[in-house]
């Protein structure tokens, strides 16, 4: 009774959050709408903007394999690129609703667009930690890219045999928020630190790329838990 209590609270603190944001966007939005951008322009600028930061976290690290350092600066950019494209995901969705625009094929776009966008984020991080000689920060962060799709492939498969799958603490927004701004955060403290100082600030991204591997693969497994609950229901 308690744990369905703590969901129900985190899923209404999720709501409200979420319907928060709807508030600030929707003028934006009802600005999109009246210009005639469609949600798949939308989506489609959001997958680049994507694209774009995980170029930008590529190019960060870069610097330490030619020897010339991380850049941490460039780091930033991808941080502030990532969080405000991913802002998209969510822009899509409501000039679909608002602009009475939704469609199943801009449903299926919007989900495989946001795998990639997965895909080349955390693909550049991994990039990123090996060009500053971090195997370790590599793995793990193959690790959240495994969970992250897995979280999303086990949702689709769910769907697909007619099973409502959206719990787990772990989904894409929250992922978003914690790589961007652990992104932020390690660029921003780069730039911040001198020469002399210890302090390495891919510890920031490391830590959150471990909270992204671990969570995310808890949320699968949780999901594959919840399948298998509601199968044995209908059987």
Not at 132 to 153: K, P
Request: hydrophobic share 50%.
């Amino acid at each position: 009774m308690i744990a369905m209590d703590i969901k129900q609270s985190a899923r209404n603190q999720r709501n409200s959050l979420q319907q928060g944001i709807y508030r600030i966007i929707n003028p934006f939005v009802r600005l999109l709408i009246r210009l005639h951008i469609t949600p798949n322009i939308v989506t489609t600028i959001g997958f680049l903007g994507n694209v774009a930061g995980a170029a930008v976290t590529i190019a960060a690290g870069y610097g330490a394999i030619s020897g010339q350092g991380v850049d941490y600066t460039l780091l930033t950019w991808a941080g502030a690129l990532i969080i405000g494209f991913s802002l998209f995901d969510m822009l899509d969705g409501q000039v679909a609703r608002l602009g009475g625009m939704s469609s199943t094929f801009g449903a299926m776009y919007d989900s495989v667009l946001d795998r990639y966008c997965e895909l080349f984020t955390l693909g550049g991080i991994a990039y990123y930690f090996i060009g500053c000689g971090s195997f370790l920060g590599a793995l793990v962060t193959f690790l959240a890219l495994v969970g992250s799709i897995m979280v999303s492939y086990v949702r689709a498969r769910a769907e697909g045999l007619d099973i409502e799958c959206k719990i787990g603490f772990m989904q894409r927004p929250e992922r978003v928020v914690v790589t961007s701004v652990a992104a932020l955060a390690t660029g921003i403290t780069g730039m911040c630190l001198d020469e002399t100082s210890e302090f390495d600030p891919n510890w920031i991204l490391f830590v959150a790329m471990c909270i992204i591997a671990v969570f995310a693969n808890m949320t699968a497994f949780a999901r594959i838990a919840h399948c298998r609950r509601e199968l044995s229901k209908k059987n």
